[in-house]
Structure formats: structure tokens, C-alpha cells
């Protein structure tokens, strides 16, 4: 078993190629990265993550505010990324309620094994419920799906897609966003996620050709309808 047993770690960062390399060492130690360079954006992708490695020097909102309305919002652990070195920079990550605190340039063996190190100190988060949608029946931790009782099989990123549109219901993702949010990618990928979208409504809908649950909005993207009383 790798360390990360498919936790998710949320990846705050502007820097491109910096962040495609964590996620890359992250991913090989077991852990679901998902990748944001935009402090928004941030917040509303940190209650589904388990751990934020955020970039204290963001463009827009900085890596300061964005610690702390996390603070104000959760108990998410958060480990601070940061060109700035001194001591006085250290301890004020600290006092905003960063967990840990790294400084560039660093290892990102080195940043795992503090992503570990932080995980096992903070301890598990309380188990989510089951997600409950109509006949639909999902167990977030067992990574299960059921639909009048009987299991779905689902592929990984199909079961994301599904709990990441149930935890969404009524809001309209283009496929740029759902890319971003659920696949973790920046770019390109379309055609995978009109893909998995065909894919999981053969599985969770009634007619998947007429969809009631994951329905299309034309010229945007998609949304997750919840069933009528």
C-alpha cells in the first residue's frame, strides 16, 4: 500500500511546471492530486480534499487570505509554499494556521514525506455520509455506487465524476472546469470528459439516450439534476 491510499491533496500553485512535478511525485506515492492555480477557486475545491499544498505568492487572492478562510471555514491541514525564507515569514505562516511550512527550492521527495508526516499527525478526517439520490446509493469512502440495490461498476474517474456532480447538484460545469476540478488537468481533455460523461450515464440512468439525472446544457456544459419529490 502506498502512503497517499488515494487520499487528495490539493495543489495550490502558479507556477506550471513546479506543480506538475509535485503532483507528479505526489500521484507515485498513491495520493489524487488535483491542481488550482487560483486562490477562488481554491476554497471552493478545499472541502473535498483532504490536504492543500498552497503557494503563498499567488496571483489575485494570495496564499495569506486564502489560509485564512480555510482557517475560518475547516480544519483542513494546509503546508505553505514559499520563495520567502526569513523566520519572520515562517512564523507568520504558522500564526495564519499552516500545519508546515516549505521553502524554495525544495525537494518534492521531501514534500511528500511532509505531506505524509502532516496526515498522520492531524489524524483522519470524520468519514463523509453516504451520498443518497434517489435510487442512487454512494459510499465516498468504500468507493462504492449503488443503483436500486444493485453495485455499479464504475471505473475511478467515472466514481470521481459521479460523487464530485452529487456533491453539485443543480450547478452547471463546463468540460474546462470539470477537467480541472475532478481530473486535476489545466488543459485540453475534452473529448475524455464527453467520454466519461456518456459512459456514467449508461450506468446511472434510466435512458441514458432521454438523461433526467446528468443532463446537458447546450453550448455550456453539463449539470446533475436531482430527482423530483
Known sequence: MTSGDGRRVLVVEDDATLAEVV?????????????????????????????VVLDLMLPGMDGREVCRRLRAAGTVPVIMLTALGSSADRVLGLELGADDYVTKPFSPRELVLRVDAVLRRTGPRAAPAPILDGDLAVDVVARTARREGAELRLTAREFDLLVFLLRH?????????????????????HAT?????????EKVEARPSRPDRLVTVWGVGYRWERPSA
Open 169 to 189: 447538484p443543480g450547478q452547471v460545469f463546463t468540460r474546462d472546469e470539470l477537467l480541472r476540478r475532478v481530473w486535476g488537468w489545466s488543459v485540453g481533455g
Open 23 to 51: 503532483g507528479v511525485y505526489l500521484g507515485r506515492a498513491g495520493y489524487a492530486v488535483v491542481h488550482t492555480a487560483d486562490g477562488a477557486e481554491a476554497l471552493e475545491l478545499a472541502p473535498d480534499a483532504d490536504l
Open 193 to 201: 470528459v464527453t467520454s466519461h460523461v456518456r459512459h456514467l450515464r
